[in-house]
Every structure is written in C-alpha cells, then in structure tokens.
C-alpha cells in the first residue's frame, strides 16, 4: 500500500480538503478517522499499527483540540470517504511521470499510470531510475554494469572497468615499445620483445676479459663487436666447451662403471666425438690466432661457420620459445574462461538467494493482506445488519430450523425464551 498521489496530478489546482493530514499528499483511497480528518488508507494504517496505544490525529493537535477524546484515532472508528473520493474522480488531472502527455480524469489516473511507459523503474544492473520506454535499450547499451566483450581478448568483463581496470591487466592490449618505438606488441609478447627482440636493449657480452662485459653493447651492434675481437670469444667458447667436456667425462665415467659391457662401445663412441670436438676448436684456434694472412682468412672462415651455427641454433630456440609461448597463452586463456564461468555462477547463486528472500517477504505481506481482509470481511458482515434510521431491528436467530415442522405451542415457547433472554 502506499501513501498519497504527488501535488502535480492535478493540473488546474485542488481544494485542501483533498490532501492527507499525514503525508500532505493527495488523497490515495482516501478514509476519515472519527474526528473528521481525512487520511490516506496506507498512511492512517500505518499510524495506528505503530505500537503506540492512543495515536493522536496531527491536525487536531494543530488545532488545539489535544485534549478532546475524538482526537484519538481507533482502528475501529475508521471509515472511507466515498463523498470525496468521487469529488476527486471528475478533476482534470495529468500523468507526472517527465514526458507523459496523458490527461483525463482523476478517475482514469490509476489504470494510466500503471502502463505509463514514461514510468521510471530500477535498472536491475545499475539500480538507476529509469523510464520504461528507454530501459531496454539502457540496460544493452548505455548501463555502466553492463557485460561487454573486450576487442582485444574477447573477455567479458564490466563496462564501467573496460578502460580502467581490465585494460591495466588484458593479455592482448598492444603496447608501445619505450626503446625502439615499436607499436602494437601485445603485453604477453612485451618481455619476450625486449628480452630477444629489441635492438636498442643493452646486452652484456659474456666474455669476461672483454671491455663490454661491463659497459654493455646494443642487441643491433653485438654481431659486429665479436667480430671485431674473434679469437677472444672463441678462446671464452673454447673454455666453456672445455667445461662441458670435462662434464661429460664424469658422466661417462660413471655410465661405464655403472653401465654393462653391452653399453661400451656406445660410451666409446662419446668419447671419440668430444675429442673430435676439442681437436676442432684448437684447430680453429690456431688458425685465427695470427694478426693476417691466410691463417686470418681461415679463422674469419670457421669464425663464419661457428656465427651461422649459432644463428641457427638462435632460431630453434626462438621456435620452441614460440610454441610454449601458444601453449601458455591457451592455458591462460582457459584459465580466464573458467574464471569468468565461476564469477557468473556466484551471481547467479546471488541472485537465486535474494530472489528466495523476495518470495519470503512476499509471502509474509501475502499472509498480513489475508489477515486484513478477514476482518474487513468481518467488520462488511457487520455493518449489514447495522442500521441509522433510529429503528431496532430484532433478528430471531436459527428461526426457520426452529419452526420448521413444530406445532404453534412450540413455537410460542421458542419466541417467549427469545424475548427472556434479550
């Protein structure tokens, strides 16, 4: 039930009479108490239901009438106000809602009003009012809660956190690189452009006696100062190629303490490689050592090989680096995909909980609406049988069922314990 119409309804004014003396609206399904004050239905009801025992009529103590006993309003002294009611239903009135046209009859103004789709109702997303004409297309393409794909990942994700939050966090965004300039590198490939790609990135050159082991090199000039110092990265490799050999050699000592005479001449085999191995390198050495000449030429040769094989290994890696960089990316996607399926089946568990605690409160406003109509059913059946003309009416109960079949006496007898008892 709610309280009283909005001032505006009418349009070409109203008397006083027609307001509530609670909520100084216009009448809604107006009552009168028994002071003779005019009430909204749901505003008098909501007085007398509050818990306090003598509620006073506000106009009347306005008026100074606080201490007359009529200023005290009872549940059972409350009438309605058809006489006004049907005042009311002949003004011109008008719909309040913004943009509604709509004018008629006070009469008319309810059954409008309920299909007025100038109506604003609550966006279930963002809780704005709004009209329901335009609610639809609101909630589609204008509410800042509404889900919305990302162009770049394709993630589902809050309008109002596209371009502030998510775009902080989406895989797929293309970013700018601050060193060599390069656009539109997407933020999953940004540390695998600067670590292998980029060319103004400062590597350091692993040779330790070398003067860029310190200061750095560009990436783009790094090919061009081995070149410049060949036999000194060589004789770096040659040492960690010795290292390595020496490894192995542990290995395979141990492979053939461990190992069945079956395995060997595979052990063998291992050893003649790695000594083919070193055999190259010093030959390689030896020949690149000198400051010219043919040794110069065979060294910037075998220097040549050794640059084109390390290029080639460069590019496997960067392959399997590419193949595990797919592999994440799809694990990362599924990863966000379940994500998501485990956001929204909370907010459908939300959902479903405050629907169940809408049912509760409906059925509970149900059960008080069953109980009022009870006792106004009461209080009609009442009133029937009341009468204000000044003449008693005497109602014999169960008089047919008593009379029914019996003999004069009997029922003479019937009336005269009536008139005894009353």
């Known amino acids: 039930m709610q309280a009283g119409y909005s001032r505006d309804v009418f349009s070409s004014g109203f ?29 008098i009801q909501g007085l007398v239901s509050s818990g306090d025992q003598r509620v006073q009529c506000l106009q009347c103590l306005t008026e100074g009438n606080a201490d007359e006993e009529y200023s005290f ?16 239903s002949l003004i011109e009135s008008k719909c309040v809602n913004p943009g509604c046209s709509w004018k008629g009859n006070f009469k008319h103004y309810e059954a409008h009003f309920k299909e007025c789709k100038y109506q604003a109702s609550p966006c279930t997303q963002c809780g704005n009012l709004i009209t329901a004409s335009k609610l639809n297309d609101h909630m589609k393409n204008e509410c800042p809660m509404r889900r919305v794909k990302c162009k770049h990942c394709n993630a589902e994700v809050v309008q ?23 656009k539109k590198i997407t933020r999953e490939k940004m540390q695998q452009h ?17 003067e860029k082991h310190i200061t750095k090199v560009d990436r783009n000039k790094f090919q061009n100062h081995v070149e410049q110092k060949p036999g000194l990265h060589i004789v770096h490799n040659l040492e960690q190629v010795t290292a390595i050999s020496e490894k192995v050699a542990q290995i395979v000592a141990h492979l053939e303490s461990t190992q069945s005479a079956n395995n060997a001449g595979v052990i063998t085999e291992l050893r003649s490689k790695v000594q083919e191995q070193e055999q190259a390198i010093r030959t390689i050495m030896t020949t690149g ?98 009468v204000y003309d000044g003449n008693l009416m005497w109602r014999i109960p169960e008089w047919t069922k008593k009379t029914q079949g019996s003999s004069k006496w009997a029922v003479y007898q019937y009336l005269l314990n009536c008139i005894l008892y009353i």
Do not use: W
């Not at 109002?160 to 895989?171: A, V, Y």
């Open 15 to 43: 008397d006083a009479k027609f307001l509530c003396n609670y909520c100084g609206n216009i009448l809604r399904d107006p009552v009168q108490s028994y002071c003779g004050h005019r009430f909204c239905r749901a505003c």
């Open 73 to 88: 309003i009872n549940q059972d002294q409350i009438f309605p106000d058809m006489a006004v009611k049907r005042e009311m």
């Open 160 to 182: 109002q956190d596209l371009d502030t939050t998510h775009q902080n966090e989406c895989p797929k965004y293309p970013l700018k690189c601050d060193s060599c300039g390069k």
């Open 194 to 210: 600067i670590d292998k790609e980029c060319a103004n990135q400062k590597i350091q050159c692993p040779v330790p006696n070398c």
């Open 289 to 386: 050592g000198g400051g010219g000449g043919s040794g110069s030429v065979a060294g910037g040769a075998d220097v040549g090989n050794m640059m084109q094989k390390f290029q080639a290994l460069e590019i496997k890696t960067g392959t399997y680096e590419g193949i595990v960089t797919t592999l994440h990316r799809e694990i990362e996607r599924c990863i966000t995909a379940i994500e998501n399926m485990e956001r929204q089946r909370q907010q459908e568990r939300e959902q479903v909980n405050n629907d169940a605690e809408k049912i509760k409160q409906l059925e509970a406003k149900l059960h008080m609406k069953e109980v009022i109509i009870a006792e106004h059913a009461l209080k009609i059946s009442n009133l029937e049988t009341t």
